[in-house]
């Protein structure tokens, strides 16, 4: 199953199939990238992160894919299993004159079916 | 190591009145930050810091005081509550600086405002 995260918020996919929930960033001097997952009650946690030096990144069972041609970031989960169901956020680090800051996208939500 | 602890988890204020959201973490890390989290709308950051002594305002700062006299603690002061600051709060903590942008967040602080 395929999301765009800002136009389509959830997503639903059978027990063990591969997920795949992308994210749409604003700014191009963003120069790090964060993928957090948040389940129902709790806080996000930590993913898995990519710089923009690297188009790819792959952790356990998850992938992230960089494209900063068009902006793109997308979360890959193979073989998803009910504990992945959240919902899932990208986060872009923008770099200013004040420093560094962290925008978060608003979401999308993962439902897995067994 | 606990993390980073967020106390109450749950609070109820009348307009007008006022609290202060405690935030602790035993990680050593210098940055610290308050978001929070409306529907649709993903994480805003409130205020931030970037160690003992030092904060700044984040995004949506307008009703919220901070202060850092620890590393260790960063409490959120709502010194006059207003409906529209019904929310989940959530603080998180980094060691800071583009190697280590990751951020731990604490289970979270829902506040009804009414």
């Known amino acids: 199953g395929e999301s765009v995260g800002l136009h389509l918020p959830t997503l639903s996919v059978q027990e063990g199939d591969n997920s795949i929930i992308n994210c749409a960033y604003s700014?191009?001097?963003?120069?790090?990238f964060i993928w957090y997952k948040q389940e129902s009650g709790k806080g996000p946690q930590f993913i898995i992160d990519?710089?923009?030096?690297?188009d790819k990144r792959q952790g356990q069972r998850v992938t992230v894919l960089l494209n900063k041609t068009v902006k793109h970031l997308s979360l890959q989960i193979a073989a998803t299993q009910p504990g992945d169901s959240a919902v899932y956020f990208c986060?872009?680090?923008?770099?200013?004159?004040?420093?560094?800051?962290?925008?978060f996208g608003e979401g999308t939500q993962l439902t897995v079916n067994p | 190591n606990a993390g980073v602890t967020q106390t109450p988890k749950f609070q109820v204020l009348k307009t007008g009145q006022s609290m202060t959201l405690q935030c602790a973490q035993d990680?050593?890390?210098?940055?610290m930050s308050w978001y929070r989290q409306d529907p649709g709308m993903g994480l805003r950051l409130i205020h931030y810091?970037?160690?003992?002594?030092?904060?700044d305002q984040g995004e949506v700062p307008n009703g919220y005081n901070v202060s850092r006299s620890t590393t260790e603690d960063f409490p959120l002061r709502l010194l006059s509550a207003a409906p529209s600051q019904t929310s989940v709060y959530f603080c998180?903590?980094?060691?800071?600086?583009?190697?280590?942008?990751?951020?731990?967040f604490g289970p979270g602080t829902r506040l009804l405002v009414l």
């Open positions: 998180a903590s980094s060691t800071g600086g583009l190697a280590k942008e990751t951020q731990y």
């Open positions: 700014n191009s001097a963003s120069d790090y």
């Open positions: 990519i710089r923009s030096n690297m």
């Open positions: 986060a872009e680090n923008i770099r200013g004159t004040s420093g560094s800051r962290l925008t």
């Open positions: 990680m050593n890390h210098e940055y």
């Open positions: 810091s970037v160690g003992a002594g030092i904060t």
